[in-house]
């Protein structure tokens, strides 16, 4: 029961009708907010998956990176020590070969991956 239904003596029938329409508009500007913030939590919902996406596809980018350029380092470290006994130390083109051989090793990274749906 709100206070335009009271019998009051001094509150009068223009004055019940006021507090009426007054009444009104607040209920409706409370309305008017809710459906607002619904909306802004839409909003912020979509923009949150639009950032999650692309967090997403960066981190999927970056391990892939990561994971053709591992095993490269990996062998260039094993190999870059400075110790006796290196596989081809005295041959010219040993250099040439390895390097060779890495390119191989990422083409058929990448194959493996385009394979795998990955890439």
């Not at 390119?103 to 991956?113: D, E, K, T």
Request: aromatic fraction near 10%; charge should be negative; charged fraction near 20%.
């Amino acid at each position: 029961m709100g206070l335009h239904h009271a019998e009051f003596s001094w509150l009068e029938e223009p004055h019940k009708r006021h507090l009426l329409e007054s009444y009104n508009h607040i209920t409706r500007y409370s309305e008017d907010l809710d459906a607002i913030r619904e909306r802004a939590q839409i909003i912020k919902d979509e923009l949150q998956n639009i950032l999650s996406d692309r967090l997403n596809r960066n981190m999927y980018v970056l391990s892939v990176v990561a994971a053709i350029f591992l095993p490269l380092g990996f062998l260039t470290g094993l190999l870059g020590v400075n110790i006796g006994g290196i596989p081809g130390q005295d041959v010219a083109s040993a250099f040439m070969i390895f390097c060779a051989l890495l390119a191989i090793a990422v083409l058929m990274q990448i194959a493996l991956f385009k394979w795998l749906k990955w890439f």
